[in-house]
């Protein structure tokens, strides 16, 4: 009996220490996923869905339709530069820039493409 509790908690001590350590809210930086969550939120928030439906999720767009994004190709850091006027993206063969300043925060515009790409 006393082996078998020595045993027990030598195995199961680093595993209640790792439970702690990837658990959420415990690690200092907030974990790639915490963020996702609130993506759709901030995209209704910041009236995106005025211009874009987002089907594969579930949003319709409420004005105009400018595009659909549930398969938006280019990758998070082009989009993160494209959605705050920095850089021109090709559509219907001109080069231009996003309709729309981003005037949120980095953090508010990290969720909405992360969920846009999740
Ligand atoms: C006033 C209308 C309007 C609003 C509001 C708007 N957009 Fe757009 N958006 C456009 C137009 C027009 C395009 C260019 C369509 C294209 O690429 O064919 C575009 C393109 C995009 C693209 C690139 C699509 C692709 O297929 O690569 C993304 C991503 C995007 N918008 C995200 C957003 C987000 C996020 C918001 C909210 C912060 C937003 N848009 C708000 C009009 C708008």
């Not at 907030?30 to 949003?59: I, Q, R, W």
Request: hydrophobic share 40%; aromatic share 6%.
């Amino acid at each position: 009996m006393r082996k078998l509790s020595t045993l027990t908690i030598l195995v199961a001590g680093p595993l209640v220490a790792l439970a702690f350590i990837s658990a959420p809210g415990v690690s200092a930086e907030l974990p790639e996923n915490a963020y996702m969550a609130d993506g759709k939120a901030l995209f209704l928030e910041n009236s995106c869905d005025k211009c874009h439906s987002v089907t594969a999720k579930g949003v319709e767009a409420q004005k105009k339709n400018h595009g659909d994004l549930s398969k938006v190709a280019e990758d998070a850091d082009f989009l993160t530069k494209y959605l705050k006027k920095e850089v021109e993206k090709e559509t219907k063969g001109e080069m231009k820039k996003h309709k729309k300043k981003w005037k949120g925060s980095d953090g508010d515009l990290k969720a909405i493409i992360g969920w846009l790409k999740s």
